[in-house]
């Protein structure tokens, strides 16, 4: 279905229907492994004529969600996992093995700020974290060893939006792979393989799942880093369950649907922030696609307000360790995302007690704008 636009893919991506019977929706394959009828049947299994053996390696419905994502995203190919922690960590193995070096951004989500500076190492990967605001540092920190550029396409909390045309050119001139999550954008706002972007990846707890019902990850890029991936992710054990794949398939079928209204709901809210004399900075990305800019807003208040007191007086809007359900949530950097951070790491990334996250649902606009105005005014020192 390549020559169909995002949302007509995005809903007519099923299963063969001959094998689901012409269920309107696919069913839920909920078994560890599949039976054979004799020797003859098992053997084909390993010659590639019947797919599946055991669900740690494949899955109907995990493979669904690979695909769907991999088609939105156009991309070779795809695969599914547990979180977005392990589609990271199965990504960076396909790129890079014991003695090698990858370039990290600075200013990534604080979990993966965290695989990457204390976990890689016991795998015998070297890290760099540098600026990618400044591409001349990425250059500088590539070296002989160097196999891979990690960065996100908006940042977190700050919503930086990465140059990724010049990121692909300075992976192309010195021939290395490029790997960007897309948490944040989703691919109805940005697809970074089109872009040349070697791999990409997604947290689908957040937008592709969108209904804070499931954890899950997804990996997506070239067949053959993609097929790497797919025999850690077995070995590993990073598996996604068929369950939690057909939650985040049902709820990716909305995706643009959300993406669209949650973004207008952010441009309104930030724009009504900004002209908030309590609201210091309002962080908001200037230009993300044609389709809009993302629905994640971040604000820093001014001194005057007493942060407890704003939390305390949201009402309906609730405080959430995590982002891009279709409700209106707010989180708190410095006690959740980035908790792990040092202060001298916090102060480099400009993270202070002032500077809240919000994830913009798809309640009414003016609801959510009126919600937040009282709640700063309610917490005027
Ligand atoms: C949440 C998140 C992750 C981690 O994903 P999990 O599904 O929680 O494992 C990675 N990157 C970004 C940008 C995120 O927001």
Redesign the pocket.
């Known amino acids: 279905m390549a020559h169909t636009s995002f949302d007509t893919k995005l809903v007519h991506q099923k299963l063969d229907q001959k094998e689901v019977h012409n269920s309107k929706s696919t069913p839920i394959y909920q078994s560890s492994a599949f039976t054979f009828e004799d020797l003859d049947h098992l053997e084909s299994y390993y010659e590639g004529d019947s797919p599946y053996l055991y669900s740690r390696e494949k899955n109907p419905n995990t493979e669904e969600l690979g695909k769907t994502i991999a088609n939105l995203e156009r991309a070779e190919a795809g695969v599914a996992t547990s ?4 589609a ?1 960590l199965a990504g960076i193995l396909a790129a890079a093995k014991p003695g090698d070096h990858i370039v990290a951004a600075e200013d990534l ?1 604080g ?2 700020h965290k695989l990457i500076t204390k976990e890689l190492g016991t795998f015998g990967i070297e890290v760099s974290i540098v600026s990618f605001r400044d591409f001349d540092q990425v250059k500088h920190s590539i070296k002989e060893n160097t196999k891979l550029l990690y960065t ?1 396409s908006i940042s ?1 909390p700050f919503l930086r939006v990465e140059d990724l045309e010049k990121l692909v050119e300075i992976a192309e001139e010195f021939n290395v792979k490029t790997m960007v ?1 897309n ?2 954008a989703t691919p109805y706002l940005l697809q970074p393989c089109t872009k040349g972007v070697d791999l990409v990846v997604h ?4 937008y592709i799942g969108g209904h804070s019902d499931v ?3 997804v990996l997506v890029g070239t067949k053959d880093l993609i097929d790497t991936a797919k025999q850690k992710i077995i070995t590993l054990g990073a598996n996604l369950s068929p369950f939690e794949a057909w939650l985040t398939q049902r709820g990716a079928k909305t995706l643009g649907l959300r993406m669209k209204q949650q973004s207008h709901n952010a441009e309104s809210l930030a724009a009504a922030l900004n002209y908030n004399k309590l609201v210091k900075t309002v962080y908001y990305p200037e230009f993300v696609s044609d389709r809009g800019n993302g629905a994640i807003v971040t604000i820093e208040l001014e001194e005057t307000i007493d942060i407890p007191m704003f939390f305390k007086s949201l009402g309906w809007i609730k405080i959430a360790p ?2 891009a359900g279709v409700e209106t949530t707010v989180s708190y950097p410095v006690r959740t995302s980035h908790r792990a951070l040092s202060q001298e790491e916090l102060e480099k990334i400009g993270i202070n007690d002032s500077i809240i996250r919000l994830s913009v649902g798809i309640e009414d606009e003016s609801d959510i704008i009126d919600q937040f105005k009282q709640a700063i005014h309610k917490a005027i020192k």
């Open positions: 979180s977005g922690m392990s990271i989500y979990g993966s996100e977190n999550d948490t944040f947290s689908a707890t957040k954890t899950s990850g995590t982002l």
